[in-house]
Structures are given as structure tokens and as C-alpha cells.
């Protein structure tokens, strides 16, 4: 694999987890944060930790892989050199 090939593969990867993630918010707050305002305030007691700890189990996950794509991706396209940020050709 040539490195423009691991390059643009990263970079793919990047997009497409930031698109997940940010998806996945806005999954979220129309949805979750409508049905759990409507809730009484012992029903969102009851019910919010277990919901939100299978969200975390979601979210974290696709955070951690869009912040570790995306500083690759970074890293991958900008070339520092003297100290000065060039982006390659």
C-alpha cells in the first residue's frame, strides 16, 4: 500500500467517525432528551443512569476513534519542516 493510499484511507476514516459522531448527538437530542423531558422527575431518576451509562458505552468509543483518526489524519497530511507548517503537494 502506497503511502497516498494509507493517507487517503485515514482521512476517510476520520470523515466518516466525525459524521458518526456527530450523527450520533443528534440522535440524542431530539430523541433521548425529548422522552426523557417528559418524564417525571422519579421516572428520570429511575430510569437516566442505566439508559445513559448504554449511551456512554456508545458514544465513547466513536469519540475516541474520531479524536485518534483525526489527529492521524493531521498528522498524515501536514509536514512540519524549520518549524513551519507546509502542506504537501
Not at 13 to 27: E, H, K, Q, R, T
Not at 28 to 49: I, Q
Request: aromatic fraction near 14%.
Amino acid at each position: 500500500m502506497s503511502q497516498y493510499t494509507y493517507r487517503y484511507r485515514v482521512n476517510a476514516v476520520a470523515v466518516i467517525a466525525s459524521y458518526a459522531f456527530a450523527g450520533a448527538n443528534l440522535f440524542v437530542g431530539p430523541s433521548m432528551g425529548v422522552y426523557w423531558l417528559r418524564l417525571d422527575l422519579l421516572d428520570f431518576s429511575n430510569g437516566f443512569e442505566p439508559q445513559f451509562q448504554r449511551l456512554l458505552l456508545t458514544m465513547i468509543p466513536l469519540l475516541l476513534l474520531t479524536l485518534l483518526r483525526l489527529v492521524l489524519s493531521a498528522r498524515l497530511v501536514w509536514t512540519i519542516v524549520g518549524g513551519a507548517v507546509i502542506a504537501p503537494d
